[in-house]
């Protein structure tokens, strides 16, 4: 069954220095996709990063990259670098192939906390 | 701007009403996504559709149902709402080649 852990509830880093958020899945799919959103205190939610199952290197956007390791099944967001405006919900979350209809779940979220 | 509203934003209803929830897109996707965030829970699927009259549960489908008549409008019902449906609920649209959804705004529903 497919299902997605993020086993930090919270974190708490120092600005400026580099972060990993956890996250590992499960899926019997060969074809996936990973994504990491952010959720500030707004609400909304704000795509960050992507990678697919068969990508073989690992996806940055600017301060964001995501360390996927396949045989671990594993795809933790490194934030570097990180800004207070970084404090916020971060969510994991994996789609199934289009066999699956694209089924696309969330993990419980990680509260990330900068501190100045 | 993936043109995603949900309607309404905000609403307070009773227990053992039905309730609409409203979920409006003009990019012509394809998968549409109900899900409801509680705290120490994330986002939990409800139900989705990949297409037209084509839909399936999710994790936590019990008590509520959904219909998609054309593409843009993916309607979320509680049949019979109950306090535990109290939450805020979000719809998402995969975006074309699957590697980004798009999120609404939010519904904060509040059953009393």
């Known amino acids: 069954a497919q299902k997605i852990t993020q086993t930090q509830p919270g974190m708490f880093v120092q600005e400026k220095e580099a972060v990993t958020l956890d996250c590992t899945y499960d899926?019997?799919?060969?074809?996936?996709?990973l994504f990491w959103y952010k959720q500030p205190s707004s609400g909304e939610m704000i795509f960050l990063i992507y990678?697919?199952?068969?990508?073989?290197q690992n996806a940055t956007e600017g301060r964001y990259s995501l360390n996927f390791q396949k045989a671990r099944k594993s795809a933790n967001l490194v934030i570097s670098a990180s800004q207070l405006g970084d404090s916020a919900m971060y969510f994991c979350?994996?789609?199934?192939?289009?066999?699956?209809?694209?089924?696309?779940?969330f993990g419980a979220g990680t509260r990330l906390f900068v501190k100045a | 701007d993936a043109g995603i509203t949900q309607s309404p934003r905000h609403k307070v209803t009773e227990t053992g009403t039905p309730v609409t929830l409203r979920c409006h897109q003009t990019e012509n996707h394809r998968y549409m996504y109900w899900y409801r965030q509680d705290p120490g829970h994330g986002l939990r699927l409800i139900h989705y559709s990949y297409g037209v009259k084509d839909t399936d549960k999710g994790e936590v489908s019990d008590g509520y149902s959904v219909s998609r008549s054309k593409t843009e409008d993916f309607l979320l019902t509680l049949e019979s709402a109950t306090s535990s449906q109290t939450s805020v609920y979000f719809c998402a649209i995969l975006g074309q080649g699957a590697t980004e959804a798009f999120f609404g705004q939010g519904t904060r529903l509040t059953v009393v």
């Open positions: 990678q697919g199952s068969y990508d073989e």
């Open positions: 899926t019997s799919d060969q074809s996936y996709g």
């Open positions: 979350a994996m789609r199934e192939g289009r066999g699956g209809g694209f089924k696309t779940i």
